[in-house]
């Protein structure tokens, strides 16, 4: 079966840092995009950050450009999201996903996790 699984949020206040995992099972891992999102209350799903599985090609929001990195593991089939300087308007439910376009239309991405709640308090 395909799985994607994120952990790693928390409640961290404003200026801290967290790191997010995501752990790909079922699928070959390098033949993807993996891609993070967030959504908060109230708002729609929003596209943070993407990495090509063959190439490294990374892709920033503009809103996390210079404070979010996206990395990944390949022997582990990890993608991780360290997120530093976090402010209270990063406070979501993060979700990574696996899709074939380096994109942030989440329209485009065909596996899901479940997400994991970021709380950043003022």
């Known amino acids: 079966d395909v799985q994607l699984q994120a952990s790693g949020g928390g409640l961290v206040q404003a200026g801290g840092s967290l790191r997010l995992s995501c752990v790909a099972s079922?699928?070959?891992?390098?033949?993807?995009?993996i891609g993070w999102f967030r959504q908060a209350p109230g708002k729609e799903r929003e596209g943070v950050s993407c990495?090509?599985?063959?190439?490294?090609?990374?892709v920033y929001a503009d809103s996390v450009k210079g404070r979010f990195t996206i990395s990944s593991d390949h022997a582990k089939k990890m993608v991780y999201l360290l997120m530093i300087n976090l402010k209270p308007e990063d406070t979501a439910v993060y979700y990574c996903?696996?899709?074939?376009?380096?994109?942030?239309?989440?329209?485009?991405?065909?596996?899901w996790g479940q997400g994991t709640q970021v709380t950043v308090s003022s």
């Open positions: 079922g699928f070959n891992f390098e033949q993807y995009i």
């Open positions: 990495m090509d599985g063959y190439d490294g090609k990374t």
């Open positions: 996903a696996g899709g074939l376009e380096v994109t942030s239309d989440l329209r485009k991405y065909i596996f």
